[in-house]
């Protein structure tokens, strides 16, 4: 079964229009949540670490946040250069690292 | 600094031949893992090795099997391939448990 679900799948945005992602886990014993950026062929690219509930990081536009089972990866105003696939992954158990499918994110300008 | 050099970029290979891909982990890096990544999916755990030993691995067939040389660089093997093992092929590495994953670029492997 998904152990960690990313939503929405796909979503389009305006150029400056603000939005939230979703990512839920079911993993038990999380040892840090990770958000990574992803643009067409290439490999994923560090964005955050959360380790705990409660926890924020910021970085420019983005902004995530963790409870006990989900994170959220807020974009404020966003650019056209933010268009990408946004991956979460769940740390857990014997540091193995489960992926979500991803957020595609379309900015239109 | 250098990040995760992976080689080769892209492949195109036989059904049933094997094939050799190659990752460098980023300098100071002991631990690499291998990703598989089919087109519009997440990144699927191959396995993971640290201090020259497989320390796990996911939900991959025996045809997949790895190394990893005295300077943490590995390999990622594949035997008698299959047009299912068509994909971008991820190596990530990190200093230890906790940290974050550094990826590298992907060797994109096409299966004929």
């Known amino acids: 079964e998904d152990q960690v679900t990313q939503s929405p799948e796909a979503l389009r945005l305006q150029e400056g229009e603000s939005s939230s992602l979703n990512c839920s886990y079911t993993v038990s014993g999380l040892r840090g949540l990770f958000w990574y950026r992803q643009d067409p062929g290439k490999g994923p690219e560090f964005l955050f670490t959360?380790?705990?509930a409660g926890e924020e990081k910021e970085k420019e536009r983005l902004k995530a946040t963790l409870t006990k089972k989900e994170s959220f990866l807020h974009i404020t105003a966003p650019k056209p250069e933010d268009s990408a696939t946004y991956l979460c992954a769940v740390l857990y158990g014997n540091n193995r690292l489960a992926f979500g499918k991803g957020n595609q994110v379309v900015v239109i300008p | 600094d250098a990040g995760v050099t992976q080689s080769p970029t892209h492949l195109i290979k036989t059904r049933g031949q094997q094939v050799t891909l190659r990752c460098s982990p980023k300098s100071g890096h002991d631990t690499v893992s291998w990703y598989q990544q089919a087109l519009g999916q997440g990144p699927q755990f191959i396995f993971q090795?640290?201090?020259?030993?497989?320390?796990q691995r996911g939900n991959f067939p025996d045809r997949f099997s790895g190394h990893q040389f005295p300077n943490y660089s590995s390999e990622l093997n594949v035997n008698a391939l299959l047009l299912g093992d068509s994909a971008l092929y991820l190596c990530?590495?990190?200093?230890?448990?906790?940290?974050?994953?550094?990826f590298g670029s992907g060797t994109r492997l096409t299966v004929v």
């Open positions: 090795y640290y201090e020259e030993e497989e320390r």
């Open positions: 990530a590495s990190s200093p230890g448990e906790d940290y974050g994953y550094t």
């Open positions: 959360l380790y705990s």
